[in-house]
């Protein structure tokens, strides 16, 4: 198999707005093979530190193998949104620098037998931390199809997501669901023939859906974000890349809010409200990758890039240095 984990995306784009030679205290919240967090390792002057969080086991041995070798990283197993809890743990109260790389990985993908993709034949998975045991079998065997047409219609924006649901339902009358294979025929069989003619894989939203829901990784979004924000030291950086719409909306939303709290009519004369500025966006549109790196990693075509720094905060004024 090809190493898919050595393909990060908008690597530059990336160095350049967390700039780690300034050094610090820095975090990779999505580790994957690590390497965003290599080219962080080799940008950070003596003295600095970078903690990889990832949930996907296979991800931390992949990364732990590859950074062992760098002064300063400490990789931990975990989910994000814990990034607080993770860091006071580590005995660490305030960072430099976060990256939060969202979504499902290449390797994770293209690695089969962990039933992320149509494209292979597994057992339905999709679990990024295998050692929780609620997985896409789980959603596929046992919602109701109400639970399902929610999921594929609110996580997957598939249009014909009630035939997707009434579809699933039926099959599994007949026997239990168990492969990729056989859930990616079932979805493709409901919906009609005309819409799936062009385009993509009539199962990619059907799919993300349920990847979505079994790994939990919209809902408290928001809030892990605000939290990364909120351990960030003044002048500190986070940066975020996002994969699909959902994913976005949220980011772009939630920084925007940070940026700009006020809550006051936009007529009103004076702010009323009380409410600062926490950080200063540092991309008003989103970057997105070059055309010499769609040729090389077609999967980065979706990814946006978005950034905010720290504001400093005294005598209820904020400001960047």
Do not use: W
């Amino acid at each position: 198999m090809v190493d898919t984990y050595h393909v990060p995306i908008m690597f530059d784009e990336v160095m350049q707005l967390l700039h780690p030679e300034r050094g610090g205290i820095f975090v990779d919240g999505t580790l994957g093979g690590g390497g965003h967090s290599a080219g962080i390792l080799e940008r950070l002057p003596v003295g600095s530190k970078l903690f990889g969080i990832d949930r996907d086991d296979e991800a931390l041995a992949s990364a732990g193998a590859r950074l062992s070798g760098y002064e300063g990283f400490t990789p931990i197993k975990g989910n994000f949104f814990n990034m607080k809890t993770l860091m006071r743990s580590a005995g660490i109260k305030c960072v430099d620098g976060i990256l939060l790389d969202l979504g499902v990985s290449s390797h994770q993908l293209d690695a089969g037998e962990r039933g992320f993709s149509y494209s292979f034949d597994a057992k339905l998975d999709m679990r990024m931390d295998q050692s929780q045991p609620f997985s896409a079998y789980d959603v596929v065997n046992g919602y109701t199809s109400k639970q399902l047409f929610e999921t594929i219609r609110n996580y997957g924006e598939e249009r014909f997501s009630s035939r997707i649901a009434n579809a699933i339902v039926a099959a599994r009358e007949k026997h239990p669901i168990t492969t990729t294979t056989e859930l990616a025929a079932i979805i493709k069989a409901a919906i009609p023939a005309a819409a799936r003619r062009d385009g993509p894989h009539p199962a990619r939203r059907t799919f993300q859906a349920i990847r979505i829901e079994v790994n939990c990784e919209l809902n408290g979004l928001e809030s892990a974000i605000e939290d990364a924000v909120d351990l960030l030291s003044p002048n500190g950086v986070i940066a975020i890349i996002s994969f699909h719409s959902l994913e976005a909306r949220i980011v772009k939303t939630t920084l925007r809010r940070l940026a700009n709290p006020c809550t006051c009519p936009s007529n009103a004369p004076v702010c009323i409200c009380g409410k600062k500025p926490i950080v200063k966006l540092l991309t008003g549109k989103p970057i997105t990758a070059s055309n010499a790196e769609l040729e090389s990693n077609p999967r980065a075509r979706s990814a946006e890039l978005r950034a905010a720094s720290k504001l400093i905060i005294e005598g209820g004024q904020t400001y960047n240095e």
